[in-house]
């Protein structure tokens, strides 16, 4: 049997496939990714942020959203895309 060397960026490459991987589990499981738009509750649920963090998000403008009479939607891939832009990447 030979001996395989793992290096640093082979650890980093699998942590990055699993963390995918998690993410991919937890998406299906909330049953939320099948849905276009989400409301206030669910994306907070989501997000795992309290109502003022929401607020906030909306008025910086970092989370767009929709008004239509008084409730507000949010469009869950525009979330997803806030979350994969604001990624931070550590190196060891």
Do not use: C
Not at 10 to 37: A, C, P, V, Y
Not at 55 to 69: D, E, S
């Amino acid at each position: 049997m030979g001996t395989t060397i793992i290096t640093t960026e082979d650890l980093r490459e699998f942590k990055m496939e699993l963390l995918d991987d998690i993410k991919q589990l937890l998406t299906n499981q909330s049953g939320l990714s099948s849905k276009k738009w989400l409301k206030s509750p669910e994306v907070r649920d989501l997000l795992g942020i309290s109502p003022g963090a929401l607020q906030n998000l909306r008025i910086n403008g970092t989370l767009p959203y929709t008004k239509v009479g008084g409730l507000l939607y949010y469009d869950y891939q525009e979330i997803m895309e806030v979350l994969e832009k604001n990624r931070i990447h550590n190196q060891f």
